[in-house]
């Protein structure tokens, strides 16, 4: 999206939640960021100044940063910050996970606050397979490519991939692989969550020809699908050998 088709989105979002809530007005003060500073890759690379006066203006900067995340998901670190209490906009976020309900985003939450100590240390990868049953609905209609998505952690360490296998098996899975690993391995915990599903299996990393890899099946890919529901994660975490 260029910046004037997010600038122009951004405003009409906004004028429409100045609609829904009058009550509690909110303006731009002469502080305020201009709507572009809100992008998401402009957002890491805020100045000192702007990012102490976001800090200080929940009810427009921060309203702002929120909105911007309905195209455009928060990133892995800002959620992390925020289960850490550490995050400087939380209104923001608040707004994220309560106000607009974002579910996949609560997912995660969710899940770094039972992993917290954990997550501190280690390398994190997580999917979001948001929307998979209403692929499925719509293959009905025409056909459509299997499940496949991919993501590596911040550091590089980890890649995790998601992955719907061909017919008869026809099998949730997932593989990661670990470039980041010493020779003394490692493993790694793969936790699959939906709504009212959390599906976890710890995986000790092989070594072959390629390097660290490991698989998981997560069972019967339908099965797997309904019990997830249609919002789920996929977070994978990389441990260093115990000793
Ligand atoms: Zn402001
Ligand atoms: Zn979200």
Not at 43 to 50: A, C, D, F, G, Y
Not at 181 to 189: D, I, L, N, P, S
Not at 206 to 234: I, P, Q
């Amino acid at each position: 999206m260029n910046e004037k088709a997010l600038a122009a989105a951004l405003r009409l979002l906004f004028e429409r939640e100045l609609k829904r809530a009058p009550e509690k007005p909110f303006g731009q003060g002469s502080q305020c960021l201009s709507l572009p500073r809100f992008r998401p890759a402009v957002v890491e690379q805020w100045t000192e100044t702007e990012r102490a006066h976001v800090a200080s203006c929940p009810d427009y900067c921060q309203r702002m940063l929120a909105l911007s995340w309905r195209e455009d998901h928060p990133p892995l670190a800002h959620l992390k910050r925020y289960v850490q209490a550490e995050y400087p906009y939380p209104a923001a976020m608040r707004f994220h996970l309560e106000h607009d309900g974002c579910r996949r985003c609560r997912l995660v939450v969710e899940l770094l606050l039972l992993k917290a100590v954990e997550w501190l240390a280690g390398a994190v990868a997580v999917i979001y397979g948001e929307g998979l049953l209403q692929q499925r609905a719509a293959a009905f209609a025409e056909p459509r490519a299997p499940v496949y998505l991919r993501q590596t952690s911040e550091d590089g360490k980890l890649i995790v991939t998601v992955v719907e296998t061909d017919p008869p098996e026809h099998e949730l899975k997932v593989y990661v692989e670990a470039p980041g690993c010493g020779e003394a391995g490692g493993r790694v915990k793969v936790t699959v969550a939906g709504e009212g599903e959390r599906l976890e299996q710890e995986l000790e990393l092989e070594k072959t020809e390629f390097g660290w890899e490991a698989e998981a099946s997560f069972g019967k890919f339908e099965e797997a699908a309904s019990r997830l529901g249609e919002d789920w994660v996929v977070v994978a975490v990389f441990r260093e050998p115990e000793g």
